[in-house]
């Protein structure tokens, strides 16, 4: 099992563009299109309790897990 951080899904959710998430926490837009591509893998616990704020959800909400199978299809083009 792996986990993706499902930000993508969180921030389309709350209407929201990637420059508004970024300038809602302080980070670039280029950060949010990272984590939302899977380039990032990890969050820091700063970021994640940004973003759940910005987002209104929970922490948990952030993460998914996912079969290992679905994560190698994700990054085949």
């Given at each position: 099992?792996a986990?993706?951080?499902?930000?993508?899904?969180?921030?389309?959710?709350?209407?929201?563009?990637?420059?508004?998430?970024?300038?809602?926490?302080?980070?670039?837009?280029?950060?949010?299109?990272?984590?939302?591509?899977?380039?990032?893998?990890?969050?820091g616990?700063?970021?994640a309790?940004?973003?759940?704020?910005?987002l209104?959800?929970?922490?948990?909400?952030?993460?998914e897990?996912?079969?290992?199978?679905?994560?190698?299809?994700?990054?085949?083009?």
């Open positions: 099992m986990v993706r951080i499902r930000l993508k899904e969180l921030r389309s959710a709350a209407g929201m563009s990637q420059n508004d998430l970024a300038r809602a926490i302080g980070m670039s837009p280029q950060y949010v299109q990272k984590i939302e591509q899977g380039k990032i893998k990890s969050l616990l700063d970021t309790d940004k973003l759940k704020k910005v209104g959800c929970k922490a948990g909400d952030l993460l897990d996912i079969a290992d199978t679905d994560l190698l299809q994700e990054v085949e083009p």
